[in-house]
C-alpha cells in the first residue's frame, strides 16, 4: 500500500534519512515541513494520507497542536515521531500514537504500515511494539 506522506520535522537531516526510508518503502513524500505554517499550507495544496509529526518544530513546540488540527480538521492520518514521548502520554485527539525517534527503518516501517491500514479501515493486527497508541 502506497501512500502520500507528509514529514513535519525541524531537523533537516532527520527529514532527510526520514525521507529516504519512506520513498523506499514505495510511498510519495509531499513534502517536509519544518514549522506548523508550512506545513498547514502543505496539506492545504496537496492530498495528504498520512503525518510525521515531531513535536518542537522551528517554531517551538506546535508539533501537539498541529497534529491535533491535521487529524481532526483536515481528514490526515498523524503520528507523532519524538524524542520527548512523554509530552503526549495522555494521548492526543484524533491521532493515532507515538513513534519514539530515534526509529530505525524496521519500526517505521511497521509503524506507517500500522496507520495506512487503519487510515482505509483494514483489519489490522496489534499495533508494532515500537508504537504507543493512544485511547
Given at each position: 500500500?502506497?501512500?502520500?506522506?507528509?514529514?513535519?520535522?525541524?531537523?533537516?537531516?532527520?527529514?532527510?534519512?526520514?525521507?529516504?526510508?519512506?520513498?523506499?518503502?514505495?510511498?510519495?513524500?509531499?513534502?517536509?515541513?519544518?514549522?506548523?505554517?508550512?506545513?498547514?499550507?502543505l496539506v492545504r495544496e496537496t492530498e495528504v494520507d498520512l503525518a510525521l509529526v515531531?513535536?518542537?518544530?522551528?517554531?517551538?513546540?506546535t508539533g501537539i497542536e498541529l497534529g491535533r488540527e491535521l487529524a481532526q480538521e483536515?481528514?490526515?492520518?498523524?503520528?507523532?515521531?519524538?524524542?520527548?514521548?512523554?509530552?503526549?502520554?495522555?494521548?492526543?485527539?484524533?491521532?493515532?500514537?507515538?513513534?519514539?525517534?530515534?526509529?530505525?527503518?524496521?519500526?517505521?516501517?511497521?509503524?506507517?504500515?500500522?496507520?495506512?491500514?487503519?487510515r482505509v479501515g483494514e483489519p489490522v493486527d496489534q499495533a508494532p511494539v515500537e508504537?504507543?497508541?493512544?485511547?
Open positions: 500500500m502506497t501512500a502520500r506522506i507528509l514529514i513535519i520535522e525541524d531537523e533537516a537531516l532527520v527529514a532527510m534519512e526520514l525521507r529516504f526510508v519512506l520513498e523506499d518503502l514505495g510511498h510519495e513524500v509531499v513534502g517536509v515541513a519544518a514549522d506548523a505554517r508550512t506545513a498547514r499550507n515531531d513535536i518542537h518544530l522551528s517554531d517551538g513546540p483536515m481528514g490526515v492520518t498523524v503520528l507523532f515521531m519524538t524524542a520527548n514521548p512523554g509530552m503526549v502520554r495522555n494521548g492526543v485527539a484524533g491521532t493515532i500514537g507515538v513513534l519514539t525517534k530515534p526509529a530505525d527503518e524496521r519500526a517505521v516501517q511497521k509503524a506507517v504500515d500500522y496507520a495506512l491500514r487503519r508504537l504507543q497508541l493512544f485511547g
